[in-house]
């Protein structure tokens, strides 16, 4: 079973900046998804951003323009950094890999990291 090992995170005033990495512990293949969730106080987990196929990501509306994926497919690595970061971004930010993508089949994350804390605040 492959593992995500998760580090940065930490406390950041508004404005801040701050970067996540995660590491595969095995080979992740190029045709699953490597991505960031996050988990805020008193909100469902969703996801943040995702690295996919070819270069594609993806981002959610509220972190456009402010966080960026980075993938290296040769390390089985991903990273996310995260600027002019708000309040509203604390949360604890979980990365993970889904199943094999098939055109036409559901994406399923399968895999999670034990989760990274993020504060902002003054």
């Known amino acids: 079973q492959v593992r995500l090992v998760e580090s940065g995170g930490g406390l950041v005033h508004p404005g801040g900046s701050l970067r996540l990495s995660c590491a595969a512990s095995g080979t992740i293949a190029i045709t699953q998804t490597m991505g960031w969730h996050r988990q805020t106080p008193g909100h469902t987990r969703e996801l943040v951003a995702a690295?996919?196929?070819?270069?594609?990501?993806y981002y959610t509306d509220s972190v456009k323009g402010r966080f960026t994926i980075s993938r290296d497919s040769t390390k089985n690595t991903v990273s996310l950094v995260m600027n002019s970061l708000k309040p509203g971004d604390t949360g604890v930010y979980y990365c993970?890999?889904?199943?094999?993508?098939?055109?036409?089949?559901?994406?399923?994350?399968?895999?999670w990291g034990q989760g990274a804390q993020v504060t902002v605040s003054s």
């Open positions: 993970a890999v889904t199943r094999p993508i098939i055109a036409g089949s559901d994406v399923v994350w399968e895999l």
């Open positions: 690295a996919g196929m070819g270069g594609a990501t």
